[in-house]
């Protein structure tokens, strides 16, 4: 009897043995998911470069000059070129932390003023948004590190705003942009001064003289328009010495 017993317990391993056997063969060939791969995944570069301010700053002028001239087809075509440079715009955020957005905001609301203008050939309206865009350009440049001479702009902005209240013969915002000019040429003028630019000063120098002299608006209607070329000879003189550099 007990050798019944025996032979029982060795058959039952052996089927043990054979089951087990078996059941590793199935657990091995069954399907299992993979483990994610520990290999760093590099997402495809998604930053947009930032737009060509002195192109945009181009368009612009030209836009204001061909608006002021009556030329509504160019100041049209300005205005989509300016609009196709300026897409990119930067957004305020941790890419552009000094990117201001109230400007922005100043940016799109001015933007929208010129497109009415154009669209009701508004010359008035035309010539003071551009003014407007183009100060706000050139402080985006400075936040963005990108004016060479940030002063230079407000010089560009206050020149060409008090040439729009002397057509306007608006004499107290003339005062104020003059008053505006004058310290914004203090700061800027030693700078000048110190490149080998006298004769660009003592030019400057000359046209705020006749200004502060002026008593009507006609006088300042035929000085005002002098300075936007002698401003723009500085921005040349200014840009030439940075470009040997």
């Known amino acids: 009897m007990r050798r019944w017993f025996v032979y029982l317990a ?22 299992r998911d993979e483990k994610p791969s520990s290999a760093p995944v590099h997402e495809a570069s998604t930053e947009v470069p930032l737009p060509d301010f002195r192109r945009a700053l181009e368009q612009l002028y030209a836009l204001r000059n061909a608006a002021d001239q009556g030329d509504w087809i160019r100041a049209r075509s300005c205005f989509q070129e300016f609009e196709r440079l300026m897409q990119a715009l930067p957004s305020p955020g941790l890419k552009h932390p000094d990117v201001s957005i109230a400007l922005i905001d100043f940016f799109n609301l001015y933007r929208v003023q010129l497109e009415r203008a154009l669209a009701n050939e508004d010359v008035a309206g035309a010539v003071f948004a551009c003014n407007q865009l183009g100060d706000i350009l050139w402080d985006l440049r400075r936040q963005l590190g990108q004016a060479p001479l940030p002063e230079l702009g407000r010089l560009w902005y ?21 008053l505006g000019l004058a310290k914004v040429w203090n700061d800027v ?17 000359e046209l705020l003289d006749q ?15 002098e300075l936007e070329e002698i401003v723009r000879q500085i921005e040349a003189h ?3 010495l940075d470009a040997g550099r």
């Open 238 to 240: 200014l840009s030439s």
């Open 158 to 178: 206050l020149g060409r705003d008090l040439q729009y209240w002397s057509e306007l013969g608006d004499e107290e915002m003339i005062r104020l942009r003059l």
């Open 211 to 225: 200004l502060h002299a002026a008593r009507a608006i006609e006088e300042y209607q035929e000085i005002a328009p």
């Open 10 to 31: 060795v058959a039952g391993g052996i089927l043990l043995l054979i089951s087990g056997i078996f059941w590793m063969r199935a657990w091995l060939s069954a399907p």
């Open 189 to 205: 003028r030693p700078i000048v001064s110190a490149s080998t630019g006298r004769e660009l000063v003592v030019q400057f120098d």
